[in-house]
């Protein structure tokens, strides 16, 4: 013999009542307890050079490709976004330093110390990054210019600092090669410019004249009239 369901009406009220008290005392409850505190893990400072070599298994560039992609990401966990400026940027700057140790060639660590991690409003991260790519370019100059160059822009506009980027644009100048465009080349040109500093323009100008490397007439004519130019601000003065 089958047992016929019971209708809701045949449950004593009492018993609804109480159903619903305490439905709505779990929900009153849970409403009360604090948000769920989730843990940020700190970036902190990478393993020893020699030890990321072991652990790459003969092949350092896979290993700087994944080490990149994790630092990258790094900034979301558990689902939240990290702010760039919550980066311990020593932690930061050391990472991006053994990267290049293992894959030499590689440009992201300088494309992402200038491009992304300047990005932050403390000037003091922002010129740690700059400097950082600064030390850089010394070690491949033909490879690194352009993240310099960039630096270079950013210490003029976002830093307002221009004697840091006129040190800047002289490294380049420095160290340049047939490769590098002539525009980087003179970059300290204008920024000598806009610190007021005429005469210093004028004699780096002469100097790429007289060298004797320029072969290309339109860029001879435009030195020779930014050279006119620069003694007609200077006789206004």
Do not use: C
Not at 81 to 91: G, V
Not at 117 to 123: F, G, I, M
Not at 128 to 157: E, S, T
Not at 185 to 200: K, P, S, T, V, W
């Amino acid at each position: 013999m089958t047992s016929q369901p019971r209708s809701i009406r045949a449950v004593p009220k009492i018993v609804i009542a109480f159903l619903i008290l305490g439905l709505g005392l779990q929900v009153a409850w849970h409403l009360q307890l604090p948000p769920p505190r989730i843990q940020i893990e700190a970036l902190t400072e990478p393993p020893q050079l020699g030890l990321l070599r072991v652990f790459s298994f003969g092949d350092p560039v896979v290993s700087a490709k994944i080490l990149m992609l994790w630092l990258q990401a790094f900034d979301s966990q558990t689902g939240q976004f990290i702010s760039y400026q919550e980066l311990n940027y020593t932690a930061l700057q050391q990472w991006l330093e053994r990267i290049l140790q293992l894959d030499p060639q590689s440009q992201y660590p300088l494309l992402a110390a200038s491009h992304l991690y300047s990005t932050v409003s403390e000037p003091r991260k922002k010129r740690q990054m700059l400097d950082f790519v600064y030390q850089q370019f010394f070690i491949d100059p033909p490879r690194r210019w352009r993240w310099l160059a960039h630096a270079a822009v950013l210490a003029k506009h976002r830093l307002k600092d221009l004697p840091l980027a006129l040190k800047y644009a002289q490294a380049i100048t420095a160290h340049a090669t047939d490769e590098m465009p002539r525009w980087a080349q003179e970059m300290q040109i204008f920024i000598l410019e806009d610190m007021g500093e005429l005469e210093r323009a004028r004699l780096v100008i002469g100097g790429m004249l007289a060298s004797g490397q320029l072969s290309d007439p339109n860029e001879i004519k435009f030195l020779n009239d930014k050279l006119l130019a620069l003694e007609k601000q200077s006789q206004k003065r």
